[in-house]
């Protein structure tokens, strides 16, 4: 059995910025590292072509009555600049304290190594383990994953399988780990409301038309009820239910509204109610205007009548909401509701389902959800109880990771999201690194949750 932390360092060392065309060698390096560990410990290994970077898929394969899991990864880093503000520097893994800085050792590379260590260590012990895996790692999770649901389409055949299992998702504090049980979707757009031909002079002008600004506020504003809803006519229709079971759940985290308060900087909260700010966050859609511009932004003035003016918004979705349902929806109200008087012109932006599984034993729990992802989510509890001490909380989160919603809709897997890092890992940021006491606990419960999906503990 090779060491993970050991191991770690090297992967880390591959600079694999995915975004960025001049570090197409650390992508590489990155990619061929993971392969030859996973060959090293068994598995066949093949490179499935994409636009840009190709995606690892690695097999211990077996007879049909074996169950099979999918562990997902990405191998692709976010860019490390401002490197002046790295206490050491990002490509060069340094352990400091019980933790290991460097670019990628928390997102992803930490995790997806605690379940590569976890296969290794239990294939060493039993090589003969009633289970098929399959490693699928991707190298542009950092661009959005652009080429992921051409492949999962393409692949479809050979991925076949019970469940997936993955660790790209947070947990609270160090003996607390949580089961992500619930992604936010997405639905982005851009909208432009045209007045005149071209700007007017407010002196000559004023007076005579609708400002397009004036138009534009008009419609964001009529898009929410004072109380904080979304104010578009069956925008709730599709929302799920929240089950007590979750609400019980999600009171265990030990968060107190006022300190949440405080640390947003705001004076009071705009939550819809019926619901607190850490239930709002996780359970209801929302609808938010992430730019809005329009006629001079410069210093000093200008008496302008603008031609145009543009908003940019987007809404997270959540369970069982449909994008494509929710945009026809809000263009129709927007539409609807602009005065005749302007035009308007709406853009298309990407958008990402929404994801939502229920654990087995909870009053909500679909009648057909199979046998192995059922004994997979015992199997956790009782391996993160053990490991860490703790029984997981299984909680919705507000974020989206729209692949998890793809590999629903395209392979039709659930998916089992084990969160390892932490809030103070600084993902994206300077001085990202991991815990490894985590990466150790990590190794262990990724093996006892295999082993007993196997059927062997
Ligand atoms: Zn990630």
Known sequence: MFDPVEKLKEYVRHPSISADSKFKEGMVGAREF???????????????????HPIILAKRTGPETWPHVIIYGHYDVQPADPLSLWTSAPFEPEIRGNRMYGRGTADNKGPLMAHIAGVASLLERRPDLPLRITFLIEGEEEMGSPSFSGFLAKYRD??????????????????????????????LFDLEVTGSKTDLHSGLHGGVLRNPIQALAEICASLHTPDGRVNIP?????????EPWERQELAKLSGDAESYRNFLGIRKFHTPPGYSPFEAVRFLPTLEFNGIGGGYQGEGTKTVIPSKAFAKISCRLVGNQDPEKIRELVYRTVRERAPDDVSIRIVDQHSGIPYVV??????????????????????????????????????????????????KKILGLDSLMMGLFLPEDNLHAPNESFHLGILKKGIQASERILESVAGVR
């Open 34 to 52: 993971v392969a030859g560990l996973l060959t090293s410990i068994g598995f066949s290994v093949e490179m499935a072509a994409t636009d840009l």
């Open 158 to 187: 050979r991925l076949k399988a019970d469940f997936v299992l993955l660790s790209d998702t947070g947990i609270p504090s160090e003996d607390q780990v949580v089961i992500t049980c619930g992604l936010r979707g997405l639905m």
């Open 358 to 407: 229920v654990p087995p034993g909870r009053s909500n729990t679909p009648k057909d959800q199979s046998p192995v992802l059922a004994r997979a989510f015992r199997a956790a509890d009782a391996a993160i109880a053990g490991v860490f001490g703790k029984p997981p909380l299984y909680l919705r989160e507000g974020g989206s990771v729209p692949i998890i919603g793809e590999i």
């Open 234 to 242: 069956g925008y709730y229709d599709d929302v799920l239910d929240v």
